[in-house]
């Protein structure tokens, strides 16, 4: 038995009217989308095709199919991908246990079906003119992909992680992703009356078969800018003060920079700034960043690397509080001249208040004996007096080596 459920040219509602709008009703369920990002959600609304988004973890790209589910207000089916999954739990399989119990319930029925048989073949025969009674929408039970194509409302279908299943499934998806319909061989092809938007993830634990990736609009996502990341964290209300909101940024971006297991995603930012608004943070506290690292580290590795970054940041903001301040005990600024407030050593003969040129400066330390007994080793009590050489003396060494350099 071969069924078609719809048409290909089915309808298909168009959700967005400009990338403008995409970015407006996004930012009205809480997701923060750049341009790029809702231009192509605007493409993947006026094309019909599936959208691909690859990028490390945490950056947004399941969100974006949640947010996508809650801006246009359709129902959200999430397929789950790990390793070793197979095709049943990706798009339908039969319910053996209910066709089992039919069986049951049916049995005085089915030997009235076979009662006429002579021999085995004929009863064989018999009972396969009605096997489609057994293998029919009754008992075919929808997984994810399937459930997609015949749902009676258009839904968004997030296929989340795809890099971590086989490539089997990958060759399973392409008929889905190409024409929006699922082939049943017992029932024939359900196609998708709905066009159902598509967000597929990868963290790019492996690379995806060109042919998967030919089928879907592409984009990568990275991490934001401090200012984005910074907006995000305002967007979640998450009662953070603006200072402490911004130290944290800054934190989390530098720990992303020191090859981390796990770096910290915007998803770990903003459990971060909870953590924080919950324990009261009123200003940048490294001891509490300290006590919360856990927050963002998820590897042994990881925290230690994290605990020397909070470190770092520790004393430059003491360093740069300092210099703001002008502390008297600062040895100097960046390039080595005296810092505000740190006196020079005096120089004889030269008057501190006076700002002489760095020429008369180094002349005026620049005097012979100024160094007091004992400053290269000697045992005298005064000044080490110059010793006087005479022409002669002068002439003999020249002439020994010049001599020898002829050699």
């Known amino acids: 038995m071969f069924s078609r459920v719809s048409s290909r040219n089915g309808h298909r509602p168009h959700s967005f009217s400009s990338v403008g709008e995409v970015t407006s009703l996004l930012s009205d369920v809480g ?13 993947q609304d006026q094309l019909g095709k599936p959208l691909l988004l690859e990028g490390p973890a945490g950056v947004g790209k399941t969100e974006l199919a949640k947010a996508l589910a809650a801006a246009t207000g359709r129902r959200l089916l999430r397929l789950q991908c790990y ?4 095709e049943t739990k990706a798009l339908y399989e039969w319910d053996y246990g209910k066709q089992m119990l039919y069986t049951q319930i049916l049995r005085e029925k089915i030997g009235q079906v076979v009662a006429d048989a002579d021999d085995l073949p004929s009863a064989v025969e018999a009972i396969g003119r009605h096997d489609n009674v057994f293998f029919s929408e009754r008992f075919l039970a929808e997984r994810p992909l399937l459930r997609a194509v015949r749902s009676p409302e258009p839904v968004v279908l997030l296929i989340d992680e795809v890099d971590r299943a086989d490539e089997a499934l990958e060759a399973v998806l392409l008929e889905l992703l190409a024409e929006y319909q699922v082939s049943v061989p017992e029932l024939g092809t359900f196609t998708a009356e709905h ?3 598509v967000v597929l993830t990868s963290n790019n634990t492996r690379d995806l078969s060109a042919a998967l990736k030919r089928r879907c609009l592409h984009l990568s996502l990275d991490y934001p800018s401090a200012e984005r990341e910074l907006d995000i964290i305002r967007s979640k209300s998450t009662g953070l003060p603006e200072a402490v909101a911004t ?4 934190v989390v971006r530098e720990l992303r920079q020191q090859g ?3 770096p910290p995603g915007i998803s770990e930012a903003l459990d971060w700034a909870r953590t924080l608004a919950v324990l009261g943070a009123s200003e940048p506290d490294t001891e509490l960043l300290t006590d919360t690292i856990s927050v963002v580290a998820k590897y042994d590795r990881d925290v ?4 020397r970054v909070l470190r770092d940041s520790s004393e430059r903001r003491d360093s740069s509080e300092l210099q703001e301040q002008g ?6 600024n960046d390039r080595g001249a005296p810092g505000e ?11 501190p208040d006076d700002e002489p040129a760095g020429a008369a400066l180094r002349a005026a330390r620049d005097t012979p004996g100024r160094h007091g007994a004992g400053y290269y080793g000697e045992s005298t009590d005064g000044p080490a007096p110059r010793r006087p050489v005479s022409s002669s003396q002068g002439e003999r060494s020249f002439a020994a080596n010049h001599g020898r350099g002829k050699r």
Do not use: F, S
């Open 31 to 43: 997701y923060l989308a750049d341009r790029p990002l809702a231009t192509t959600v605007y493409l």
């Open 83 to 86: 390793e070793g999954q197979d």
């Open 195 to 197: 066009v159902p938007y």
């Open 247 to 250: 130290h944290l940024v800054d």
């Open 260 to 262: 981390m297991r796990k």
């Open 304 to 307: 230690e690397r994290a605990m």
């Open 327 to 332: 502390d008297p005990g600062r040895i100097g």
């Open 341 to 351: 407030g740190e006196r020079r050593a005096p120089v004889p003969g030269v008057d």
